[in-house]
């Protein structure tokens, strides 16, 4: 059975900090996606990943995929406070899409 | 923009009923996906549908649950005799499935309340 663990689950920062959240996959997949989600919202993409080696940037965030230890990261850069809300990784397993548990970041000024 | 639309916002019912939650996808899509999130919970995989079938379901989606696109522009989820645990948002998805990066777009969700 496919499982995707995320850590840490929460997450408290300074802004202007940086930080790693952590996605690992049980199963051989080659599509991994960040969402963000705000509080009663729904999903935001962020980033697809495709391939071994894929690195994605979107302003002070980016993701990395290693196919091969079945890992993710989403960095984040000098955090601010606009980038709290709960990010969740996705591994597509032949359009079955398992979540992670998410991860709740929140930026203190 | 295009964008998944979902009907209704929030769905309160009695344990026993049964619920339709409605969902348009964006138009030219091939792939529809149903997704649950119970509150404070993480996102949990329902079903893929494609080509007028479902391709993958996981093992939340029993024989309560059913999906229906009647007249190629809805993507419906029936839950047939709604449980207390059926309590959650619904969230639709769709995906172009012939650009490269598959991105999956989300719907803006249906609070499903069973009392």
């Known amino acids: 059975e496919l499982k995707v663990e995320q850590n840490p689950l929460f997450l408290s920062m300074q802004e202007g900090k940086n930080y790693t959240i952590y996605c690992n996959y049980s199963?051989?997949?080659?599509?991994l996606y960040w969402y963000r989600q705000d509080p009663g919202k729904s999903l935001e993409s962020l980033f697809v990943?495709?391939?071994?080696?894929a690195v994605k940037q979107e302003g002070r965030l980016m993701a990395s995929l290693d196919t091969k230890a079945r890992l993710s990261t989403l960095h984040i850069t000098a955090a601010v406070h606009d980038l709290s809300a709960t990010y969740f990784c996705?591994?597509?397993?032949?359009?079955?899409?398992?979540f992670g548990a998410g991860t709740r970041l929140t930026v203190k000024p | 923009e295009p964008e998944v639309t979902q009907t209704p916002s929030h769905q309160v019912t009695q344990m026993g009923q049964e619920v339709i939650l409605r969902c348009v996808p964006i138009?030219?899509?091939?792939?529809f996906y149903w997704y649950r999130q119970i509150l404070g919970q993480k996102v949990e995989f329902l079903v893929s549908?494609?080509?007028?079938?479902?391709?993958?379901k996981s093992e939340i989606f029993d024989d309560q649950f059913s999906v229906e696109r009647p007249d190629g522009s809805n993507f419906t989820l029936k839950i047939r005799s709604t449980k207390l645990e059926d309590s959650a948002m619904y969230f639709c998805?769709?995906?172009?499935?012939?650009?490269?990066?598959?991105?999956?777009?989300f719907g803006p969700g249906t609070r499903l309340t069973v009392l």
């Open positions: 549908f494609y080509n007028n079938e479902i391709s993958e």
């Open positions: 998805a769709s995906q172009d499935g012939l650009a490269g990066d598959n991105e999956q777009f």
């Open positions: 138009s030219n899509h091939l792939y």
């Open positions: 990943l495709l391939s071994n080696g």
């Open positions: 199963t051989t997949s080659d599509r």
């Open positions: 996705a591994v597509d397993v032949n359009n079955d899409m398992r």
